[in-house]
């Protein structure tokens, strides 16, 4: 063997040896991360994650009200706007009743919310 032999042996025993080093330390640094996420996941509050199931109710919730009072007006002006074809009232009934739909929704968001009572309630 010459030197240059010798010299590319003891680079490669080297370079192996610093493999070696290097895959124990991924090796200690995944098992690390692993105890921590197995931490994390028995840190999980159960009430923190039926919280993210109550804002997703709240915003159900918005979206019904919102549509409530949305299909009141476009139903009110329906019936307004086929009074008018009908009886060539144009567009008086269309603007009667695009205003009483309006109410309609008004008075079903003030009911769903609970600042008015719902009609009957005295009765119960």
């Not at 476009?74 to 706007?81: E, F, H, P």
Request: glycine residues 12%.
């Amino acid at each position: 063997m010459n030197s240059h032999q010798d010299k590319s042996a003891v680079d490669g025993a080297a370079s192996n040896k610093k493999t070696e080093n290097t895959s124990k330390q991924l090796d200690k640094r995944l098992e690390a991360l692993g105890s921590k996420i197995d931490e994390r996941r028995g840190e999980r509050d159960p009430e923190a994650e039926t919280k993210g199931l109550a804002d997703n109710h709240g915003m159900a919730y918005g979206l019904k009200i919102g549509s409530e009072f949305v299909s009141a007006i476009l139903v009110g002006s329906a019936i307004g706007w086929v009074l008018d074809k009908w009886l060539g009232t144009t567009p008086f009934g269309l603007i009667v009743f695009l205003i009483l739909g309006f109410a309609a929704g008004v008075l079903n968001v003030m009911r769903a919310t609970g600042q008015m009572a719902s009609p009957g309630a005295k009765d119960r």
